[in-house]
């Protein structure tokens, strides 16, 4: 909770940093990595969410923002209230259940409307997955559980799948999840699945 009463959830590997004067003269922070945030109503005072080369601005509302220094996107997902997102050349707002995602490399900006609960379940410790093709959800657990998993057979990488299961669970258990929607066999070599 900052000063002002503001909220702040964030993801692992996430940073957020404020200056001494946060509240006092403005309501400034700095993101890298994912963050929900729950910003307490100051009509006289925006917050604002820097973020490489872009920022968030708000008087009062709840978003989500993934902003990891080393991809080339920025998201940001309203769930309530409204956001004012600027790059250098760009402003654009949103209204809530939209979700923005900017590329750093050619500053294009795409919205679209979506089910919030999909980009906020990791507050709860709940990966959720809705129509994500295999080998996307396949990137999305290498890069969470830190581990190499292989397709062998190339069909099944454009399947379609949805579900969820908890972040306590191990790898082995979110394939067995995984298993249940498509009929699939795994297993463990080495250091790959």
Known sequence: T???GTKVSLNKDSKLTYSNSFGIDSRQVK???EGYFEV?????RVFEVKMDQASIKVLGTKFNVKANPHENSIEATLVEGSIRFESETQKVLLNPN???KYNKQTAKIDINSVDTEFYTSWKYDISKYKSLSL???VCDLEKKYKVKIEIINRKLEDVIVSGS????QSIEDALEVISRS???EWDKKGDTY
Request: hydrophobic share 35%.
């Open 2 to 4: 900052l000063a002002d």
């Open 31 to 33: 993101l890298e990595g």
């Open 40 to 44: 307490t109503k100051d009509s006289s």
């Open 98 to 100: 939209q979700q923005l």
């Open 135 to 137: 080998k996307n959800l």
């Open 165 to 168: 299961f908890s972040n306590d």
């Open 182 to 184: 498509i009929p699939f």
